[in-house]
């Protein structure tokens, strides 16, 4: 079984900067793509900033510029968000697709984490 657990949410004033971090535990043989989705209430689940193994980045319209999706080499993706505005409030969730087998991958969702901007 895989999990992907975030942390780094919270209460920011417009204008601020937080850092989501998500990790990725369990069975598993690798790690593809990683990437930062949100949903807001009342709205869908859409994509922030997506990364692949080989560093391709891409990012919704919406942040660019503003936030920075990375990784590391022990599983472990990141998402750095500057000149945060109240439309930035969503819960996030991290997402990644892991190698479970030879011939098999999964969709791998984390429980989201609150990111509330306002002053």
């Known amino acids: 079984q895989v999990q992907l657990v975030e942390s780094g949410g919270g209460l920011v004033q417009p204008g601020g900067s937080l850092r989501l971090s998500c990790a990725a535990s369990g069975s598993f043989f690798s790690i593809y793509n990683m990437a930062w989705y949100r949903q807001a209430p009342g709205k869908q689940r859409e994509l922030v900033a997506g990364m692949s193994t080989s560093g391709n980045r891409n990012y919704a319209d919406s942040v660019k510029g503003r936030f920075t999706i990375s990784r590391d080499n022990t599983n472990m993706v990141y998402l750095q968000m500057n000149s945060l505005k109240p439309e930035d409030t969503a819960l996030y969730y991290c997402?990644?697709?892991?190698?479970?087998?030879?011939?098999?991958?999964?969709?791998?969702w984390g429980q989201g984490t609150q990111v509330t901007v306002s002053s």
């Open positions: 997402n990644a697709v892991a190698k479970v087998s030879d011939s098999s991958t999964r969709d791998i």
